[in-house]
């Protein structure tokens, strides 16, 4: 229960918030993401980075599982289309929801309050590596019938893939920002994550499961369940223990992310599918999260 009331509470009232905001003013939620986006997720990024007390070890372990984790659940989720028979069509969408966690806009949060300032920005690391590989691979994985090579120029303009990379010089050199750069940027940073987590209550208003409910339920459960013992799995085969370890299970254990939906928007991979899956993925979430939460303390990785 304390879990409960100080982890998943905290982003269910958020979340909650933003899609009741979304629903009475009827406001287009375009501009706060981008300004979610474009400024407040590159500050938030480059902040705790360069403020991070991660060491080279550390990351090169992330790294190495965000990359083997990825084409683990690639597998899983490829092997869930061949044993379901379903339609190759339905690839695409069954990888975005079923490989990306959202450990962004909604992992984050849940790192902050179960573990702290050390594991949100050991959470923040991982993010920028898996934003990284959605910005291409995921890019692959909505446009599997065309259009690759102009989706690719996506990635050169997201601004929080070089806030990261410019957080990890600062970290690993030294140098320390004026107050007069580093105060501004602390509180901008600070507006990050509550604004991340009303845009995604504002986004998961308008979805609707229609009569999807078959391959949303499907690959909601391979997310929440497969997901985090998937993650155990290359948690164990690369050494990984300690806090990492924690945080790299729990972020593994999201729901599918936002992100998603728009790639699935912007290249015609059956959006509906995926933000219905993202919406699903979601919701239960709010109950796999407890005794995930629960288990990962016991075990103490």
Do not use: C
């Not at 979601?282 to 939460?293: A, I």
Request: aromatic content about 8%.
């Amino acid at each position: 229960m304390a879990i409960f009331l100080t982890v998943v509470v905290p982003v269910m009232v958020i979340l909650t918030a933003g899609a009741l905001f979304a629903r009475v003013t009827q406001t287009d939620v375009g501009p706060i993401s981008k300004l979610s986006l474009y400024l407040l997720s590159p500050v938030l990024v480059f902040s705790y980075i360069a403020d991070s007390s991660l060491t080279r070890q550390e990351l090169g372990a992330a790294s190495g599982f965000v990359v083997l984790y990825m084409v683990a659940m690639t597998a899983v989720g490829a092997l869930v289309v061949v044993l379901l028979r379903w339609p190759r069509e339905l690839l695409g969408p069954a990888l975005l929801t079923t490989v990306f966690p959202n450990s962004g806009n909604y992992g984050l949060p849940v790192l902050l309050f179960a573990f702290g300032e050390a594991g949100f920005e050991r959470g923040v690391a991982v993010v920028v590596l898996q934003f990284v590989l959605m910005y291409s691979v995921g890019v692959y994985f909505a446009s599997m019938q065309g259009q690759f090579r102009r989706a690719l120029l996506n990635i050169a303009k997201q601004p929080t893939v070089y806030a990261g990379l410019a957080g990890y010089v600062f970290t690993f050199t030294g140098i320390e920002l004026p107050v007069a750069v580093a105060e501004p940027i602390r509180l901008v940073a600070a507006a990050g994550v509550p604004v991340l987590l009303l845009v995604l209550g504002m986004q998961l208003a308008d979805t609707r499961l229609e009569r999807i409910a078959g391959f949303v339920g499907v690959t909601s459960l391979v997310r929440l369940l497969l997901g985090p013992l998937v993650a155990l799995g290359v948690v164990a085969v690369m050494g990984i223990t300690g806090l990492l370890a924690d945080v790299l299970v729990v972020q593994a254990a999201m729901p599918p992310a936002i992100l998603m939906s728009l790639l699935a928007i912007e290249f015609d991979s059956r959006p509906d599918l995926v933000s219905g899956g993202i919406m699903l993925g979601t919701l239960l979430s709010f109950v796999t999260l407890v005794p995930l939460l629960a288990l990962v303390e016991r075990m103490q990785l």
